[in-house]
């Protein structure tokens, strides 16, 4: 696994990346097979694509995603990518009345809080959106979500994240589904950055609805992602747009995509395969939280750093977030940017902002201590602009009475 760089695009940037959660490089047989699928698929056009593709590689496809999450191919439907997917899952979810209530938290997806909000206007329901600060225990997560589902009557329908994209945190899942089942309340799985770093299984967790993407953990190919439908829930979610293309039994309707992206699906199997080769989620979990914890452990006890994320990495993922006193998330991201090359990204999670940092299975070690030095120098700098500023206001006025 340390020799993974190796099956990888050698990259010519001179920037430092620490932002592969926005998607992650294809591995060297993913970006060939990728290559041969779409000079296959520009040479053979229509009568490919309408025959072959469409008959066997998709099926191909759908089969290989259902054995990845423990469900079975009629319940998977192919999307563009998991902000789709959750859309799909959001947008067209018809057991809404006037005055249910529907919950989402701070520290969701912001488009999917953005399409959650528009139910109100799409439903006519009643939204609630929990507001969490940074950084939460997992026993606080769990609480705050019970104490919601007990105390809300009307609450009808819930998203949630396996891990939120803003600060790379595991949430326990497998207890909110539960007790939201037992109070009658279904929910929105987001899995985004869950499939291929943690174990997802969908018959475990009794999960009825997810979505998912392919080229964030898994290595696949952008352009593609996944819905998951528990077949005896699919009536829960409507055709798309009146779709007729195939039967109201058929979760394949529940979104009319147009032209597929060929080149994904018919190289994501080996997308897969090299996931195999790795040796799975497993292994892929243990490579980066050695690489979390590597530079966290370092970083975490600088004066004025916030760690934002779970310190312990049984609760925490490749992402995770931080702030540094007297700087803005803006100024932050900036300063590792222009002042030491790293590029990282700037998160919202509602009034406020956060910067992430995110490894890889090819990030270097060397890499991490760039970062660690430059946070080092970037918190002194703020910690000495704040004490100036505390001793500016406790000095006398020098102005006479």
């Known amino acids: 696994m340390h020799d993974i760089a190796s099956q990888y695009p050698k990259s010519t940037s001179t920037v430092i990346n620490l932002e592969h959660g926005y998607f992650g490089a294809m591995a060297l047989p993913v970006q060939t097979a990728f290559e041969e699928a779409v000079r296959h698929a520009n040479a053979h056009l ?132 539960a007790f939201a089942r037992e109070h009658g309340v279904d929910v929105l799985v987001d899995s985004a950055h869950a499939l291929g770093q943690l174990p997802v299984d969908v018959q475990q967790m009794n999960v009825d609805f997810a979505g998912f993407n392919l080229h964030k953990w898994i290595g696949g190919p952008p352009g593609l992602g996944f819905v998951f439908i528990r077949a005896a829930q699919l009536q829960k979610i409507e055709p798309h747009m009146g779709d007729k293309d195939y039967p109201v039994t058929d979760i394949r309707c529940r979104l009319h995509a147009g032209m597929p992206p060929l080149g994904a699906i018919l190289a994501t199997p080996a997308a897969l395969d090299f996931h195999a080769t790795l040796g799975g989620t497993e292994a892929k979990q243990a490579r980066l939280a050695e690489l979390r914890e590597y530079w966290i452990s370092r970083a975490a006890h600088l004066p004025g750093l916030r760690l934002l994320s779970p310190r312990a990495a049984e609760h925490g993922t490749a992402l995770a977030a931080f702030t540094i006193d007297g700087m803005s998330a803006r100024a932050l991201q900036q300063a590792l940017l222009q002042r030491f090359n790293i590029f990282t990204v700037e998160r919202n999670i509602g009034d406020t902002n956060v910067v992430r940092a995110t490894v890889a299975l090819t990030t270097t070690t060397e890499e991490l201590d760039q970062l660690v030095t430059a946070l080092t120098a970037l918190a002194q700098e703020a910690y000495e602009d704040i004490s100036k500023a505390m001793d500016s206001a406790a000095m006398p006025s020098s102005r006479p009475r």
């Open 46 to 177: 229509s009568p490919f694509v309408r025959g072959e593709f469409t008959a066997r590689h998709v099926d191909i496809l759908r089969t290989r995603l259902a054995e990845l999450i423990n469900a079975e191919p009629h319940e998977i439907l192919l999307t563009r990518s998991g902000t789709e997917s959750m859309q799909v899952l959001i947008g067209q979810y018809v057991p809404l009345q006037r005055g249910d209530v529907v919950l989402w938290s701070n520290l969701d997806y912001p488009a999917m809080r953005d399409s959650m909000a528009w139910l109100e206007q799409r439903r006519g329901v009643t939204p609630l959106a929990l507001q969490f600060e940074l950084p939460i225990s997992q026993e606080q997560l769990l609480e705050h979500y019970q104490d919601a589902i007990r105390n809300t009557p009307k609450l009808k329908l819930m998203l949630l994240s396996q891990v939120y994209p803003c600060n790379g945190q595991q949430v326990p899942v497998l207890e909110i589904v």
